[in-house]
C-alpha cells in the first residue's frame, strides 16, 4: 500500500474542511480527486504532506506512520507534491528550475563540502539525470529559457520535472492542466501516465476538467463539504446521485 488515512480530520475555526475521510491508494495506481470548489482537497494535500497538521485521524506512507511529521521529513520519504499556483522560480531557467528541487544534497553539507571531488560526480549525476528528465517531458528546447518566458503548459511540466527530481514515489498534483489549452492538458496528462507506467510512480491528481481527468484515471474519489462521497470508476461517478447533487448544489447556491 502507498498510502492509507484514516479518519483524517481538519478544522479552520468552525469549518470542517477535511471531515472523517478514510481512504487508500495502492501503488502505481493513478487516481484523481474531485470535488466542487472548496470541498477540501488542497486542504487534503495539505495534510498528507504535513504543510498542515490533522486534528484526528493518521496517515500512513508505505506502512508507516507519517502524520505530524515536518513536511521536509515526509519529502524525505518519498511525497511530493505541487503546489496550485506553480512556484516556479521566473529568474530562474526551466532547467535549473528541475535541477534545483534534487539540491540539498552532498555538496551543500558543510562536512562533505570540502571533499570537492564526491560532490562535482554527484552534480554531474544529476545534471545527466535532468537532462534525461527535460527530455521526456519535452522540455529540452526550453531548457535555457527563464521561467518566465515559458508557457503555462511549459511551466506545470516544469513543475512535474521538479516533483520527479525530486524522487517522488508518491506526486500529489493540484490542478497539473490548470489553465492550459486542452491539447496541452492532454500532453500533460500522457506524460503523467507515462511516468507512472515507466517509472512506476503513484499519482494522486486534483483536477477541475473532468473530460480530460476521465481519460486517463481509473479511480476517482470526490470530496463534497470535507466529506468523501464517492471512490470509484470515473463511468460511475455522473450515475451517482450524491455527486450529482454536489456539483448541481455547488453551481446553484
Ligand atoms: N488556511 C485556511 N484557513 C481557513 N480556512 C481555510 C484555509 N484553507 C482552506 N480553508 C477553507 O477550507 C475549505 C476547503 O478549502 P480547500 O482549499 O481545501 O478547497 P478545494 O477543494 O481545494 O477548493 P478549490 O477547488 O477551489 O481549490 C474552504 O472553505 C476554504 O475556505
Ligand atoms: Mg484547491
Request: charged share 25%; aromatic share 8%.
Amino acid at each position: 500500500m502507498s498510502l492509507e488515512v484514516r479518519g483524517l480530520t481538519k478544522r479552520f475555526g468552525g469549518l470542517v474542511a477535511v471531515n472523517e475521510v478514510s481512504f487508500s491508494v495502492r501503488n502505481g495506481e493513478v487516481v484523481g480527486l474531485i470535488g466542487p470548489n472548496g470541498s477540501g482537497k488542497t486542504t487534503l494535500f495539505n495534510l498528507i504532506s504535513g504543510v498542515l497538521r490533522p486534528d484526528a485521524g493518521e496517515i500512513y506512507f508505505e506502512g508507516e506512520r507519517i502524520d505530524g511529521l515536518p513536511p521536509h521529513e515526509i519529502y524525505r520519504r518519498g511525497i511530493v507534491r505541487s503546489f496550485q499556483i506553480p512556484r516556479t522560480f521566473d529568474r530562474v531557467t526551466v532547467g535549473e528550475n528541475v535541477m534545483l528541487s534534487a539540491k540539498g544534497q552532498r555538496g551543500e553539507r558543510p562536512y562533505v563540502a570540502p571533499f570537492r571531488r564526491l560532490w562535482v560526480r554527484q552534480e554531474l549525476e544529476l545534471a545527466e539525470e535532468a537532462r534525461e528528465l527535460l527530455e521526456f517531458l519535452k522540455l529540452s528546447q526550453v531548457a535555457r529559457n527563464w521561467g518566465s518566458e515559458v508557457s503555462g503548459g511549459q511551466m506545470k511540466l516544469t513543475e512535474i520535472g521538479r516533483a520527479m527530481m525530486g524522487r517522488g514515489r508518491l506526486v500529489l498534483l493540484d490542478e497539473p492542466a490548470a489553465g492550459v489549452a486542452v491539447p496541452l492538458a492532454h500532453d500533460i496528462f500522457r506524460t503523467l501516465v507515462r511516468i507512472n507506467r515507466e517509472l512506476g510512480t503513484t499519482f494522486l491528481i486534483i483536477e477541475h476538467r473532468l473530460d480530460i481527468l476521465f481519460e486517463y484515471v481509473q479511480r476517482v474519489m470526490v470530496m463534497h463539504e470535507g466529506r468523501l462521497i464517492y471512490d470509484g470508476d470515473p463511468q460511475g461517478v455522473s450515475k451517482d446521485r450524491r455527486v450529482v447533487e454536489a456539483y448541481l448544489g455547488g453551481e446553484v447556491g
